[in-house]
C-alpha cells in the first residue's frame, strides 16, 4: 500500500501564495501519471494540473500561468505552487500518483482557504 502525505494548505489572503507538497512512501521517479486535483464545497473534483507519461504538465485553464507543479524524486515528493491565488481556488487539494504495476493512490487532501 502506498501512502501519500500532503501539506502545506492554510489561509491565504487574495494575491497571496502556498506551496503545497505530496511525499509518497515509493519512488516516484517511475510513476504513469502524477497530478493535483481540488473539490471546492458542492462541486466536483476537478483537475488542476496532471503530467502523463513524462509529458507536459496539463494546466486547467483556469490556474494557467499562476500554479506550477515540480517534483523531487529525490524526496520523492511533488509540489505544487500556487501565485496569485484568487477567491476560487479555495478547495481541497487532493494529489494523485498512479504506478503502472501498483495502482493509483490519493492524498488525504489538504485545506486551502483564500479569503481576505
Known amino acids: 500500500q502506498v501512502q501519500l502525505v500532503e501539506s502545506g494548505g492554510g489561509l491565504v489572503q487574495p494575491g497571496g501564495s502556498l506551496r503545497l507538497s505530496c511525499a509518497a512512501s515509493k519512488n516516484i521517479f517511475d510513476a504513469f501519471r502524477m497530478g493535483w486535483y481540488r473539490q471546492a464545497p458542492g462541486k466536483q473534483r476537478e483537475l488542476v494540473v496532471r503530467?502523463?507519461?513524462?509529458?507536459?504538465?496539463n494546466y486547467a485553464d483556469s490556474v494557467k500561468g499562476r500554479f506550477t507543479i515540480s517534483r523531487d524524486n529525490a524526496k520523492n515528493t511533488m509540489y505544487l505552487q500556487m501565485n496569485a491565488l484568487k477567491l476560487e481556488d479555495t478547495a481541497v487539494y487532493y494529489c494523485?500518483?498512479?504506478?503502472?504495476?501498483?495502482?493509483?493512490?490519493w492524498g488525504q487532501g489538504t485545506q486551502v482557504t483564500v479569503s481576505s
Open positions: 494523485n500518483f498512479g504506478w503502472l504495476a501498483s495502482g493509483d493512490y
Open positions: 503530467i502523463t507519461n513524462g509529458g507536459s504538465p
